[in-house]
């Protein structure tokens, strides 16, 4: 009977564990393969896709919306959904715009610690932009960049895709870099099908915001176009198919 009961306990326990600590990590080309996992795409066209995460805020959002309107480019914008619900005119904007919105959990927890948890951060970010633009978000982008096997599959499961930033595009700007710095890590380093990795909230964003106007100068002037991550995926699975 003891036995019995051991065997039990052990196989619970271990259905309970994997399920709240799954934290097996495949390497990049495993997960690429789901088709639903993007770092970049495959492209020789001169297209690339800016990203800012963990916004809307109240100045630098703003900011970084004239910059890109002035330069007639698009972005994606992953939103903690907090932030989304205290500045809902924001994200209206973003919107109208025609730039993407995508989920980057509610409260911007680091360490998951289930599925369930993942699920209900999503969920409440989900429903709170379709509250506000009437749309709806299949992006999601990993906070911290962390991903493994819970985290990917949850968001795959719950119908989204996964979208990382290219490795050699991550400018590190909530270390607060010097203007000249962000500049130079993005366009010593663009290649087609890039996805670069900003910030327009965190901190203190200002040498981003300035930054972006000298980094959208610079590459268009070399023939870059700059679309919304959808956009760009589209544009490889067109070309690429």
Not at 84 to 103: L, S, T, W
Not at 143 to 166: F, P, Q, R
Not at 183 to 207: E, K, W
């Amino acid at each position: 009977m003891i036995k019995k009961v051991l065997i039990v306990f052990c196989v619970l326990f271990s259905f309970n564990y994997t399920h709240l600590v799954d934290a097996s990590t495949k390497n990049r080309e495993e997960y690429e393969k789901l088709g639903k996992v993007f770092w970049d795409v495959n492209l020789e066209e001169k297209f690339i896709a800016l990203t800012f995460d963990d916004g809307p805020h109240p100045a630098y959002t703003p900011q970084i919306l004239d910059v890109l309107l002035k330069h007639q480019a698009k972005a994606t914008f992953f939103v903690m959904g907090a932030h989304a619900k205290k500045y809902p005119d924001i994200i209206k904007r973003q919107a109208v715009e025609g730039h993407e919105i995508g989920n980057h959990t509610f409260n911007h927890i680091y360490h998951q610690k289930n599925s369930d948890q993942l699920k209900d951060e999503l969920d409440h970010t989900k429903k709170a932009i379709h509250e506000i633009t009437g749309k709806k978000t299949n992006l999601f982008r990993p906070v911290g960049g962390i991903y493994n096997d819970l985290i990917i599959h949850t968001a795959i499961e719950n119908g989204y895709d996964v979208i990382m930033w290219s490795w050699h595009q991550d400018t590190k700007d909530w270390k607060s870099p010097s203007v000249n710095n962000i500049v130079n890590h993005v366009t010593s380093n663009v290649q087609p099908g890039d996805i670069v990795l900003l910030h327009d909230a965190g901190g203190n964003r200002s040498q981003t915001v300035k930054a972006l106007d000298v980094v959208l100068t610079v590459l268009k002037e070399e023939g870059y176009q700059f679309v919304t991550v959808s956009e760009l995926i589209k544009i490889s699975h067109t070309k690429y198919k």
